[in-house]
């Protein structure tokens, strides 16, 4: 099993970026999947949830109006497009399903 996280970077605050995890090693399409960010200095906290059909999405009310999660089972593929990025949505990105971990991907939103 292996969850590959890409898409981070730095970006001014009120930017966007787009977070890609792909996945392999099990049905993807089975499997609800998750984001998750980690601060500096922070515990590892839950951003937003997709269902495995991907018509049942929850947010973290931190990110909600501003991030958006979404998937795409024939490339199994799980998404976070995050929009008006803040200073305090610098973290590491991790994407999370069937119990696994990705790597994580870093995202720096400073001026």
């Known amino acids: 099993v292996q969850l590959v996280e890409s898409g981070g970077g730095l970006v001014q605050p009120g930017g966007s970026l787009r977070l890609s995890c792909a996945a392999s090693?099990?049905?993807?399409?089975?499997?609800?999947m998750r984001w998750y960010r980690q601060a500096p200095g922070k515990e590892r906290e839950w951003v937003a949830y997709i269902n495995s059909a991907g018509g049942r999405t929850n947010y973290a009310d931190s990110v909600k109006g501003r991030f958006t999660i979404s998937r795409d089972n024939a490339k199994s593929t799980v998404y976070l497009q995050m929009n008006s990025l803040k200073p305090e949505d610098t973290a590491v990105y991790y994407c999370n399903g069937n119990g696994y971990w990705g790597q994580g991907t870093q995202v720096t939103v400073s001026s």
């Open positions: 090693g099990f049905t993807f399409s089975s499997y609800a």
